[in-house]
């Protein structure tokens, strides 16, 4: 099915359908940020194509750097306007360096592209580069210095842009090279419905005015400010927001989520979930992160990750993180749940390393039996290196019921529905793992209600439909030939083309001979 263009619509839209909150209908036919929308639910507003081919390809990156056979880079989330063009993240030098290219969807053809001074902050695996769309469509893009630049027109070429400052673009236009050497944004943006921006930052200690890591808020006209991570957290040993931690707003936008560290630089820490005003950042709530199976210790935080806080339907707030110690899980990590003040902590899923939770109407899945309005789909590979059998599969999950898990023994999400990955993995057989399959590579998958389906792309090279009424991983298109990679995200388009990354391509797949 295809959807004409839709006008932006004046209000948050909220229409309940199959049991669940669908996207707002201001962002109804495009895909906005990270996980589609603001709450970072992944769920299409549109009906899939059919997968039949790969449309058009693309480089999202122009120096891929590979250790060894592997590609350890975090790349950004297309974007798609309610006019289908096509907005790609590309990384274009070997340790540093981006562009932005906006594509029309039915060819690949660029229309525009656009360069930004951004700089990575230090780190391990390469971070995420992640613009945001707000709902008036203005393209939001990290620059240097915590700058970022603000595109109109995003669907034309030679469309106006301008640069702003969360400290005030005044102080950065005095002195840029103290912000660029001390100042970077280190998260996904996120915006809300009113065209204030989110995002995460660092700085090193002779930041200009003071500037400490923490998070940002940056409004279409005044109103821009910031609040340092340890402030938030209350705590004065924590560091800065969680890498690639996209911020999440409630479906009212009255809270921000974020995670928060202690670690320095880039490692693996342990830290809190902060619920903060979202027009001050003043600190609203916040709960310490927990190992499920070992909670006198802390859970820890990667910075090699992605996981970002989803919030359901019912304002529940779920965020993914690694056991403790690491390797006690299989090295899968927890999905941790909390209500929306996060003053109760509730069922946790299984699994939550580098995987952002997407949300699934009950009615999408036809053999589901249970009360729950909406379910949840995450990856849940069981890592032969970690100690598992190599089994790796994805799982819908029913967030208010629960089972014991079979690795751990804690109580956990129960399973609703999962499928196993389909092509043999034959370095973890040789290594006694009998069963072992290929890795999941997904860290937000998008999910299409309308077809009863979502879309998961997989390290043998292969993007797939998962039917949920079926169960099965059918039909398919190879887009690769297949490599170990960190993990990336699928989307559906304004026509309901699926975008899928593998090998530093992005591949349009759909329908057709």
């Known amino acids: 099915m295809k959807l004409k263009e839709m006008g932006v619509v004046a209000a948050l839209v909220v229409v309940l359908v199959m049991g669940v909150i669908e996207p707002c ?46 590609l350890l880079i975090h790349y950004g989330t297309p974007l798609v306007t309610r006019r289908n063009t096509v907005v790609i993240p590309v990384k274009t030098g070997a340790t540093d360096g981006f562009q932005v290219e906006a594509r029309r969807a039915d060819t690949g ?5 656009q360069s930004t001074d951004y700089t990575l902050p230090a780190h391990g695996w390469v971070p995420t580069l992640g613009p945001t769309l707000t709902r008036r469509e203005r393209l939001i893009i990290p620059g240097a210095g915590g700058t970022i630049y603000r595109r109109v027109l ?21 002195n840029p090279s103290a912000f660029n050497d001390t100042v970077r944004i280190s998260t996904p943006i996120t915006a809300d419905l009113q065209e204030a921006v989110y995002f995460g930052f660092v700085t090193t200690d002779n930041a200009p005015l ?24 209350g705590d004065s040993s924590i560091k800065k927001v969680a890498y690639n931690c996209a911020p999440a707003l409630s479906k009212d936008e009255t809270r921000l989520y974020v995670a928060v560290t202690d670690a320095v630089e880039s490692g693996l820490g342990s830290g809190y979930l902060l619920a903060l005003d979202s027009r001050t950042l003043a600190p609203l709530a916040r709960v310490r992160l927990k190992d499920v199976a070992n909670p006198d210790k802390d859970a820890l935080v990667p910075d090699d990750g992605t996981a970002s806080p989803t919030v359901g339907p019912d304002g529940d707030v779920y965020f993914g993180v690694i056991e403790n ?29 580098d995987d952002t939770a997407s949300i699934v109407p009950a009615s999408a899945v036809p053999s589901y039996s249970g009360s729950s309005p909406y379910l949840l789909m995450t990856k849940y590979n069981n ?13 819908i999950l029913d967030p208010h019921a629960s089972m014991s898990d079979p690795v751990s023994g804690a109580t956990v999400m129960a399973e609703v529905l999962t499928v196993v990955a389909p092509t043999p993995d034959e370095d973890a057989r040789a290594a006694q793992h009998p069963a072992a399959v290929k890795e999941w590579c997904i860290n ?23 039917d949920f009424t079926t169960n099965t991983l059918a039909p398919s298109v190879q887009i690769t030939w297949g490599l170990f990679e960190a993990y990336t995200p699928t989307i559906i388009g304004a026509d309901g083309t699926v975008y899928a990354i593998s090998n530093g391509i992005l591949f349009a797949v759909g329908e057709g001979e």
């Open 325 to 353: 110690p690491p390797g006690a899980n299989h090295l899968r990590g927890w999905l941790l749940h909390f209500d929306a003040t996060l003053s109760e902590t509730k069922t946790p899923g299984a699994f939550g390393w």
């Open 109 to 113: 053809a660029l229309v525009w592209k």
């Open 210 to 233: 003071g500037l400490q890591s923490g998070v940002a808020r940056v409004t279409a006209g005044r109103g821009s400010r910031w609040m340092a991570a340890a402030t938030a957290a």
């Open 154 to 174: 995003p669907n034309r070429a030679g469309a106006r842009t301008t640069q702003r400052a969360f400290y005030g673009i005044q102080h950065y236009q005095a």
């Open 383 to 395: 890592y032969a290196a970690g100690g598992g059998d190599g089994v790796n599969k994805f799982a």
């Open 444 to 466: 937000t998958g998008a999910v299409d209600p309308r077809g009863k389906a979502a879309f998961l792309n997989n390290e043998d090279g292969f993007l797939y439909r998962w």
């Open 25 to 70: 209908a201001a962002c109804a036919s495009g895909w906005r940020g990270f996980g589609g929308d603001a709450q970072h639910t992944a769920m299409s507003a549109v009906a899939a194509q059919p997968l039949s081919r790969v449309h058009w390809s693309t480089p999202v990156d122009l120096q891929p750097q590979y250790s060894g056979k592997s």
